[in-house]
C-alpha cells in the first residue's frame, strides 16, 4: 500500500466519524461579537454562510498577530458548527488586506522568529475543512495576498490588486508567497511578481487563474455569499471530501492524486448522502442530505 493510501484511510475515517458524531454547536457569533480586529455574520437565505470581514480600515486591514489570532478563533468555531456550509473573508472595497503589519514585524530578530516559530499559527485559513472564499476587494498584497491564496476559492472586485512586495522590504515572503503563487501562475510570472514586487490587476489575476472572477465592487461580497450558498444545497459530509481530494491534487503526484480521488469517490458509497443523492436523482426530485 503506497504512502498516500494510508493517509487516505486514516483521513477519510476521521470526516466521516467526525460527521457523524459532531454535536450541535450554538450559534455565538454576529455582527456585533466582540471582537477587535474582525466582525463575524451569518448571511443567505438560510444564514449558513459565514461572512468574517477584516476590520482594522485605518490600517488597510494590515495582518497584525491579534487579527489572525481572532480569524483561527472564528473559524475553529464555525468549523464546529453544523449550520455552517461556507465561509466568506473579506475587507473593504479600499484594502482586502494591504500586508503583515511592518511596523509591528520590524523589531523580530532571528532567534526570535525561529524560536517562536513565527507565522506558523498564520496558516489556519489553509487547514479549515470547510470550503472559505475570499472575497477580494483593493489591494491584496504580501500577507493579504498569501491569506487570499489561502483560501479555496478567490472572487475579485474588479478593482482588486495583487502582489508580494516583500522584496522592497529586504525580505521575502514568508506564509506561502513563493510557494502557492508558483504552483497556481508558474514559475516565470511567480519570480516576476516576487523578485519584482510589483503589483498585478483582478484582470491579470484571473487570466493567471489565480481569481475565479470578476464581480464589480460593490456586488462583490454578495457574490461570494450566492457561491456560498450554491455550494451550501450539497452535502457538507461530501463537500469536505471533494475539498480534501482537490488539495491532494495541489500537493501530490497525479497517480498518487488519482488514487485518492478514487478511494474517496469509493468512500462515499458508505454514506446516506451518496445513496440520497443517487435515489433522488432517479426518483427526478430534489435530494435532502442529512451530512451523513
Known amino acids: 500500500m503506497s504512502n498516500i493510501a494510508k493517509i487516505f484511510a486514516n483521513r477519510a475515517q476521521h470526516l466521516l466519524q467526525a460527521a457523524a458524531k459532531q454535536p450541535q454547536f450554538v450559534q455565538r457569533f454576529s455582527a456585533a461579537a466582540n471582537f477587535e480586529f474582525i ?30 489570532k481572532e480569524l483561527s478563533s472564528v473559524l475553529d468555531d464555525y ?8 465561509i466568506v473573508i473579506t475587507g473593504n472595497e479600499k484594502a482586502f488586506a ?17 524560536l517562536s516559530n513565527f507565522l506558523n499559527d498564520w496558516t489556519r485559513v ?22 487570499a491564496m489561502m483560501c479555496d476559492i478567490i472572487y475579485a472586485g474588479d478593482k482588486a490588486k495583487f502582489g508580494q512586495p516583500e522584496i522592497a522590504l529586504g525580505t521575502i515572503p514568508g506564509a506561502g508567497g513563493t510557494q502557492r503563487l508558483t504552483r497556481v501562475v508558474g514559475k516565470s510570472k511567480a519570480m516576476e511578481m ?40 450539497h452535502s ?20 498518487e492524486g488519482l488514487k485518492f480521488e478514487r478511494r474517496t469517490f469509493h468512500a462515499t458509497f458508505s454514506t446516506d448522502d451518496r445513496k440520497e443523492g443517487m435515489t433522488a436523482f432517479v426518483e427526478k426530485r430534489p435530494a435532502k442530505f442529512s451530512n451523513n
Open 194 to 233: 516576487c523578485l519584482t514586487g510589483n503589483m498585478i490587476s483582478a484582470e491579470e489575476a484571473e487570466k493567471m487563474g489565480l481569481v475565479s472572477k470578476i464581480v464589480p465592487a460593490d456586488k462583490l461580497v454578495s457574490e461570494a455569499i450566492k457561491l456560498g450558498e450554491k455550494i451550501g444545497t
Open 126 to 147: 489553509a487547514k479549515c475543512q470547510k470550503p472559505i472564499i475570499a472575497a477580494v476587494n483593493g489591494y491584496a498584497l504580501g500577507g493579504g495576498c498569501e491569506l
Open 98 to 114: 494591504a500586508g503583515a503589519d511592518i511596523k509591528e514585524m520590524q523589531p523580530n530578530t532571528y532567534p526570535h522568529c525561529i
Open 79 to 86: 468549523e464546529k458548527d453544523k449550520n455552517v456550509a461556507a
Open 236 to 255: 457538507n459530509l461530501i463537500v469536505q471530501l471533494c475539498k480534501e481530494s482537490v488539495n491532494t491534487a495541489y500537493e501530490t503526484t497525479l497517480q
Open 39 to 68: 466582525k463575524t455574520e451569518l448571511a443567505g437565505a438560510n444564514k449558513n454562510v459565514a461572512v468574517i470581514t477584516l476590520n482594522r480600515p485605518k490600517a488597510l486591514n494590515a495582518l497584525c498577530n491579534g487579527l489572525m
